[in-house]
């Protein structure tokens, strides 16, 4: 079974998505997709044949002031309207419809990783925890700490999965895959450090969510093990890595087109060592 992996990474996995493009672009078939955040949300347009569907949201779509904004935050609480994002624009009618019904008659295994806000653990929703117009999973994967209140399904507040498994190699093999690509949305050789989340931790975090605080605090830990992790299997052969060369100060919440434009153009290109390793 050969799976891929998409980490995610707010408007800098434009990056995924012109990895996706490309595939559909080339008739490239995963058996097994697994997404974190924005990772979840190419996945869902990948495994739904919808090519260059993702690309506005994050060109366009993000400048809008209903998508994210802080008088957003100031109403709500949270700084990205993600029921904006993933109903009234992903609904039936919306400006960019998920054909919800080639999604699910997609063979392929679909998981979207998000992190329960009580209990700090990942949670693997699947496409059975989708409906024609509820894409709340989604939401869910995609609520960034601090940036966004927890999202609620069916009574279970969550946060990003980042948190809890940021990299889910292990899920992705013990799932049954044989062979994985692993879709980064930083340099595979850069390191990541804990001193600022810490402080987003303690600052806005330790009080209310506390197993929330301590993910994000463990966060680069995880991360930087599972990218180890994929380094050792790609010299195995068992995995791929695909990741831009450089981010040039791109963020999570980065709305610079022109960089972003690029980083979509980076992932088109590195998607080309795709089919040579399919054929291994």
């Given at each position: 079974?050969?799976?891929?992996?998409?980490?995610?990474?707010?408007l800098r996995d434009i990056f995924g998505s012109g990895v996706f493009d490309y595939c559909l672009a080339h008739g490239i078939k995963f058996d097994y997709c697994i997404g974190i955040s924005a990772g979840s949300a190419n996945l869902a347009s990948y495994l739904a044949g919808q090519k260059g569907r993702n690309v506005?949201?994050?060109?366009?779509?993000?400048?809008?002031?209903?998508?994210?904004?802080?008088?957003?935050?100031?109403?709500?609480?949270?700084?990205?309207?993600?029921?904006?994002?993933?109903?009234?624009?992903?609904?039936?009618?919306?400006?960019?419809?998920?054909?919800?019904?080639?999604?699910?008659?997609?063979?392929?295994?679909?998981?979207?990783?998000?992190?329960?806000?009580?209990?700090?653990?990942p949670h693997y929703f699947d496409k059975h925890d989708m409906h024609r117009n509820d894409y709340r999973v989604i939401c869910a994967s995609c609520c960034l700490p601090v940036v966004c209140?927890?999202?609620?399904?069916?009574?279970?507040?969550?946060?990003?999965?980042?948190?809890?498994?940021?990299?889910?190699?292990?899920?992705?093999?013990?799932?049954?895959?044989?062979?994985?690509?692993?879709?980064?949305?930083?340099?595979?050789?850069?390191?990541?450090?804990?001193?600022?989340?810490?402080?987003?931790?303690?600052?806005?975090?330790?009080?209310?969510?506390?197993?929330?605080?301590?993910?994000?605090?463990?966060?680069?830990?995880?991360?930087?093990?599972?990218?180890?992790?994929?380094?050792?299997?790609?010299?195995?052969?068992?995995?791929?890595?695909?990741?831009?060369?450089?981010?040039?100060?791109?963020?999570?919440?980065?709305?610079?087109?022109?960089?972003?434009?690029?980083?979509?153009?980076?992932?088109?290109?590195?998607?080309?060592?795709?089919?040579?390793?399919?054929?291994?």
């Amino acid at each position: 079974m050969i799976g891929v992996i998409d980490v995610g990474g707010g408007l800098r996995d434009i990056f995924g998505s012109g990895v996706f493009d490309y595939c559909l672009a080339h008739g490239i078939k995963f058996d097994y997709c697994i997404g974190i955040s924005a990772g979840s949300a190419n996945l869902a347009s990948y495994l739904a044949g919808q090519k260059g569907r993702n690309v506005p949201f994050y060109l366009d779509y993000c400048q809008r002031e209903e998508y994210m904004s802080m008088e957003q935050f100031l109403r709500t609480g949270s700084y990205i309207n993600l029921d904006y994002v993933y109903r009234t624009l992903s609904n039936e009618g919306g400006e960019a419809a998920l054909d919800y019904d080639r999604l699910v008659r997609n063979r392929a295994v679909y998981k979207i990783v998000a992190t329960d806000a009580n209990t700090g653990l990942p949670h693997y929703f699947d496409k059975h925890d989708m409906h024609r117009n509820d894409y709340r999973v989604i939401c869910a994967s995609c609520c960034l700490p601090v940036v966004c209140k927890p999202y609620v399904v069916d009574g279970v507040p969550y946060f990003d999965g980042g948190l809890s498994d940021p990299v889910p190699l292990e899920k992705a093999f013990s799932d049954g895959c044989d062979k994985v690509v692993v879709i980064l949305t930083r340099p595979k050789d850069e390191v990541r450090y804990p001193e600022r989340d810490e402080r987003y931790a303690d600052l806005f975090l330790k009080r209310h969510y506390p197993v929330i605080a301590d993910g994000l605090c463990h966060r680069s830990v995880r991360y930087n093990n599972a990218v180890a992790l994929a380094k050792r299997l790609e010299r195995e052969g068992k995995a791929l890595i695909i990741a831009p060369d450089s981010i040039k100060g791109l963020g999570t919440l980065t709305r610079d087109k022109t960089l972003l434009m690029g980083m979509y153009k980076k992932g088109l290109r590195e998607a080309e060592k795709i089919p040579g390793f399919l054929e291994a």
